[in-house]
């Protein structure tokens, strides 16, 4: 292990900045439930999570972020609005060979917030910026609220919108599913035969030929699949010009406001990305508001996309650009949803972020650095 | 001191290695009774060792074997980063068997990893958990569907008569390894079009973490040499 007790002493004096803007020092424990884990991050969390077992709570993972306790302790006794900081450690499994730490501290803020979701991303953002001011790092912002409105966008069915939101942070299903939609793939093998089989002989008779019923999924789920592929193969392809407005957005990249412009425009063809663009405006506004200056800081539509956490609005990301050795070395956004899940349906709207402290002592002492 | 190989202890696999060998010129013969797991090797410098073919890669990760062989699929499974600590020196044409994921043949409107992620929401939405799938090879399953952006499924572990579980309802899918596909017909499962996640075999293999003095690289270019190998 690197120098401990040096990391430690960096990562104290980084969260006086928290407390110091009113949040609560929370702890978290060090297990946690797989199962909560697994339905939040899907079977993917077992290849970066470390798993033990208990004999009376059942299979349970080392923590791999705050999020998840933080959330559950704040839907259980919290007051809103809340403010938490924690400092601990986290534990991730790597790829064999590379090297990279498995388990380092992790120093957060969760601002849980109602009233004004700007003011609280900007708040958030701000505070980060003052944590990591003077490390010449790149900041980077992203809005995976801007992606979920554009899909809603769409002139298409409700099941294919459904599709496509749920694979919005998996980039490469998400291209296929659109490919698809609008007509520049074909659609699955087999699928024609199917169609033209249950137009003719009826859903029951081709699931009743096609061997036994067995397991679980049984023949009206099958039937209400087939009847949804029937409806599907009747709908008309999403049409090239919003394709190619979605495609546009997916890969916008430009300093805030700028960005936002473009937003704009586009809203005079989507009206539907109104409200999002809205919110996106407001929040460079509350970025300003905080002191910061907008024009300095990039935007990336895709930004987010591909980690596994589960953010659903504003995100951000704080990188060493001197060192493309080193992870972000912090990272963060809004996750709505996630609390929703977690909160039993009370939802509670949630921003906030980590640093690792590891890698500002890093930056700090020149240590690994080419 | 000379190279200790690793070969499968017993069945259709052990037979066909020391055939294998055997064609190469290579005599390998067990000593003693057949239980006693002891072997020599006539005409090469080699230590036999007879190992159960699910302990081969362990032996060959951590490198108290020099050469092992063992299927290419528990390799891939059961080392991490597998590339890095393993060669592969032969595919040796025997022991064929494709790791894929198969679902019920009445699930009509399945043939393809896209249908099953689409299920998977469906049966998640429907039943309040995700759907299962049986298996044994979690590392190279759970990679394949990552790979594939298949979600909302969860992978239940089954050691043995993993075709078995859709009917027990103990799982929906299944991946597993086949051969035939006899037993996946006789179970009412297909596998999948795009659902092919490893084309194993019976392969010798090199262990790059055992001890690779002169003596052992010198003896291991002797044997090569016998084999035909480069």
């Known amino acids: ?370 | 001191m000379s190279i200790r190989l690793g070969v499968p202890s017993k069945g259709r696999l052990m037979d066909k290695t020391f055939a294998w060998f055997a064609e190469r010129g290579i005599e390998m013969r067990r000593t003693g009774s057949e239980r006693e797991y002891a072997a020599e090797v006539a005409g090469a410098d080699i230590d036999l060792r007879l190992l159960s073919a699910g302990e081969i890669p362990r032996e060959l990760a951590s490198g108290r074997i020099h050469l092992g062989v063992t299927g290419s699929d528990l390799v891939q499974e059961r080392i991490p980063a597998w590339e890095q600590a393993v060669e592969v020196v032969a595919e040796m044409g025997f022991g064929h068997a494709d790791l894929i994921v198969a679902v019920p043949t009445c699930w009509v409107d399945v043939s393809t990893l896209d249908d099953l992620d689409a299920v998977a929401a469906q049966f998640r939405q429907r039943h309040g958990y995700r759907l299962r799938i049986a298996t044994k090879y979690h590392r190279l399953v759970r990679d394949f569907l990552r790979e594939a952006g298949v979600a909302d499924y969860r992978l239940v572990d089954s050691q043995g008569a993993t075709e078995g579980t859709v009917a027990h309802g103990t799982a929906e899918a299944i991946a597993d390894i086949t051969s035939t596909g006899e037993t996946l017909r006789a179970n009412n499962l297909k596998i999948l079009e795009d659902g092919l996640i490893h084309r194993s075999e019976a392969t010798l293999f090199r262990a790059r973490g055992a001890e690779w003095t002169e003596n052992e690289r010198g003896a291991l270019a002797e044997f090569y040499e016998q084999l035909g190998l480069d």
């Open chain 1, 1 to 370: 292990m690197r120098d401990k007790a040096a990391i430690r002493a960096e990562a104290e004096a980084l969260a006086s900045v928290f407390s110091e803007a009113g949040a609560v020092p929370v702890e978290a424990p060090l297990m946690l439930s797989a199962d909560t884990l697994l339905d939040l991050y899907g079977e993917d969390i077992r290849a970066r999570a470390y798993t033990t077992d208990d004999p009376d709570r059942g299979e349970m993972m080392l923590r791999p972020d705050f999020t998840v306790p933080v959330v559950q302790s704040h839907t259980e006794n919290g007051a809103e609005p809340a403010r938490y900081t924690y400092l601990g450690e986290v534990f991730r499994k790597q790829p064999a060979g590379s090297g990279r730490p498995t388990e380092y501290l992790q120093l957060g803020y969760e601002l849980f917030d109602r009233t004004d979701p700007a003011r609280a991303d900007a708040e958030v953002f701000a505070l980060f910026v003052k944590a990591l001011e003077g490390l010449g790092l790149r900041a980077v912002t992203g809005d995976i609220g801007i992606l979920l409105a554009a899909i809603e966008t769409l002139s298409t069915t409700e099941p294919r919108k459904a599709a496509l939101r749920r694979h919005v942070w998996r980039p490469r299903r998400f291209r296929a599913l659109l490919d698809r939609y609008t007509g520049r793939a074909d659609p699955p093998a087999g699928r024609a035969a199917l169609l033209k089989a249950v137009r003719k002989h009826g859903v029951e008779a081709v699931i009743a030929g096609a061997g036994p019923a067995v397991g679980l999924r049984g023949t009206p789920e099958i039937a209400e699949r087939v009847e949804r592929l029937l409806a599907d193969a009747d709908t008309p392809p999403i049409g090239t010009a919003e394709a190619e407005v979605l495609s546009e957005i997916l890969s916008l990249r430009a300093p805030l406001p700028q960005a936002c412009d473009r937003l704009w425009d586009m809203t005079v063809d989507l009206p539907g990305l109104t409200q999002a663009v809205e919110r996106f405006a407001a929040r460079i506004e509350a970025l300003a508001g905080a002191g910061l200056d907008p024009a300095s800081l990039p935007f990336e539509a895709s930004y987010g996309r591909t980690t596994m956490e589960y953010y659903d609005g504003f995100v951000f990301g704080f990188l060493a650009d001197g060192r493309p050795d080193l992870p972000p070395v912090a990272t963060g956004g809004r996750y709505d949803a996630l609390t929703a899940i977690l909160g039993d349906g009370r939802a509670i709207p949630a921003v906030g972020g980590v640093i690792r402290p590891e890698l500002v002592h890093q930056l700090k002492t020149g240590e690994g650095a080419a």
